[in-house]
C-alpha cells in the first residue's frame, strides 16, 4: 500500500503513521510527502525520515489548488507511484481531478464526529456548542466540505475546565491512534464502500 501525503503544517499523524509502518503494525510504505507551506514542519519531518517530499506552492487561491498546479501535485503522486492519498492537516480543498485520478482513494482526518462540526477548528466550535463529547473522524473525501463515508470514529469528552488548546491536544492524541487503525483496515483489504456507508468485513 503505496501511501502519498498532503499536509500544511506540523505532520502530526504524519509521524504518527510512520511510526506505525516501522512498529510493522501498518503493512504500507509512504513515498512522497507534500506541502503547500514552504517552511512546514511536515517538510522537515519527511527529510529526516528519508522519505522524498515536495513543496508545491498553491497559487493565488486561499482555500483551494489552481487547476496548473492541481495537476502538477497528481503527476508527482503518481510518479512515486501512490495508491492512497492521505490527507494530514491539509488546509485546502480538493477540485475534480484530484477525485478523477484517485477516484474512492483519498482519506481525511477531521477533528470531531461528523457531521457535527465541519470545517475549520471543529475543537473550539465544539466547546463554543457547549458539547460534552466531540472526537475525531477517519474518513473518505469526496467533494463537499467534511461529507464523504466515514471509516472511523473516536470519542473524546469535553471537560468543563478545556480550553480550545487542551481539548485540541486530546483530540490529536486520538487522531494519533485512529488513523493509522483505519489505514490497517484498508490495507488488509477489509473496508467495503457501500452508498454514504463503510462496512468494516471481518478479519479472514
Not at 39 to 65: D, N, Q, S, V
Amino acid at each position: 500500500m503505496k501511501i502519498g501525503i498532503l499536509g500544511s503544517g506540523r505532520g502530526t499523524n504524519f509521524e504518527a503513521l510512520f511510526e506505525a509502518i516501522q512498529k510493522g503494525e501498518l503493512q504500507a510504505q509512504i513515498v512522497l510527502v507534500i506541502s503547500d507551506v514552504e517552511k512546514a514542519p511536515i517538510l522537515e519531518k519527511a527529510r529526516i525520515h528519508k522519505i522524498p517530499y515536495l513543496y508545491l506552492p498553491p497559487g493565488k487561491f486561499k482555500t483551494y489548488l489552481e487547476p496548473s498546479i492541481e495537476a502538477d501535485y497528481i503527476h508527482a503522486l503518481q510518479n512515486h507511484g501512490v495508491e492512497w492519498v492521505v490527507l494530514a492537516g491539509y488546509m485546502r480543498v480538493l477540485k475534480g481531478d484530484f477525485f478523477r485520478a484517485y477516484k474512492g482513494k483519498i482519506l481525511n482526518i477531521h477533528p470531531s464526529l461528523l457531521p457535527a462540526f465541519r470545517g475549520l477548528d471543529a475543537w473550539r466550535q465544539a466547546l463554543e456548542a457547549g458539547a460534552k463529547i466531540t472526537g475525531c473522524t477517519v474518513h473518505f473525501v469526496d467533494e463537499g466540505l467534511d461529507t464523504g463515508p466515514i471509516v472511523l470514529q473516536e470519542a473524546v469528552k469535553v471537560l468543563d475546565e478545556d480550553t480550545p488548546e487542551t481539548l485540541h491536544a486530546r483530540l490529536q492524541k486520538a487522531e494519533h491512534r485512529l488513523y493509522p487503525e483505519a489505514l490497517k483496515l484498508i490495507a488488509e483489504g477489509r473496508i467495503l464502500v457501500k452508498g454514504r456507508r463503510v462496512v468494516i468485513k471481518n478479519s479472514p
